[in-house]
T-cell receptor
Framework: NAGVTQTPKFQVLKTGQSMTLQCAQD?????MSWYRQDPGMGLRLIHY???????DQGEVPNGYNVSRSTTEDFPLRLLSAAPSQTSVYFC??????????FGDGTRLSIL | GIQVEQSPPDLILQEGANSTLRCNFS?????LQWFHQNPWGQLINLFY???GTKQNGRLSATTVATERYSLLYISSSQTTDSGVYFC????????????FGTGTKLQVIP
């Protein structure tokens, strides 16, 4: 079992560029979420999904888009990258009620 | 939204010592998790514990939901226990909206 797989592991962007962070899970979990972690802080929820075709905003959604066309995949899109979006991004999946499983993260730097 | 406070923020232990980490939350919750973030940045789920007590080897956790706190016990600490421990809660408005605390950074020295 691969669990939750995030790609890429590292990425450097220029301000204004767009990109998609990929997240895939093979546990057939209904719930998936995206978080960002800034230095010295806990994780903050960006967007989440409770099933294919259903998404909603978390605490810090501005500048990010998501979609969920399949149970397995939950990509996160940065529309126009800004230096404030430099962070480590984590994807998680779960089958409630139950624990969340996290990917290894994507380290994103925006110059 | 719900507030999650963890204490202490930093902790240094001699290998073999025991410790207790605390998580306080400001409102009713329908789920609570403890995570360990290792020095490589990976997040490992230790416990899913909305109420009651659970044990897994040298680790155990207790959540008293009515008093809005949870405790994580680490016994006979090892250097591999080093890292950051996070408490994360889902409020009663929705299981999927999880709020993380700012963590306890633990360093276990040989």
């Amino acid at each position: 079992n691969a669990g939750v797989t995030q790609t890429p592991k590292f990425q450097v962007l220029k301000t204004g560029q767009s990109m998609t962070l990929q997240c895939a899970q093979d546990m057939n979990h209904e719930y998936m979420s995206w978080y960002r972690q800034d230095p010295g802080m806990g994780l903050r929820l960006i967007h989440y999904s409770v099933g294919a075709g259903i998404t909603d905003q978390g605490e810090v959604p501005n500048g990010y888009n998501v979609s969920r066309s399949t149970t397995e995949d939950f990509p996160l899109r940065l529309l126009s990258a800004a230096p404030s979006q430099t962070s480590v991004y984590f994807c998680a999946s779960s089958d409630p009620p139950g624990p969340q499983h996290f990917g290894d993260g994507t380290r994103l730097s925006i110059l | 939204g719900i507030q999650v406070e963890q204490s202490p923020p930093d902790l240094i232990l001699q290998e073999g010592a025991n410790s207790t980490l605390r998580c306080n939350f400001s409102d009713s919750v329908n789920n609570l998790q403890w995570f360990h973030q290792n020095p490589w940045g990976q997040l490992i789920n230790l416990f899913y514990i909305p109420s009651g007590t659970k044990q897994n080897g040298r680790l155990s956790a207790t959540t008293v939901a009515t008093e809005r706190y949870s405790l994580l016990y680490i016994s006979s600490s090892q250097t591999t226990d080093s890292g950051v421990y996070f408490c994360a809660v889902g409020d009663s408005g929705g299981y999927q909206k999880v709020t993380f605390g700012t963590g306890t950074k633990l360093q276990v020295i040989p």
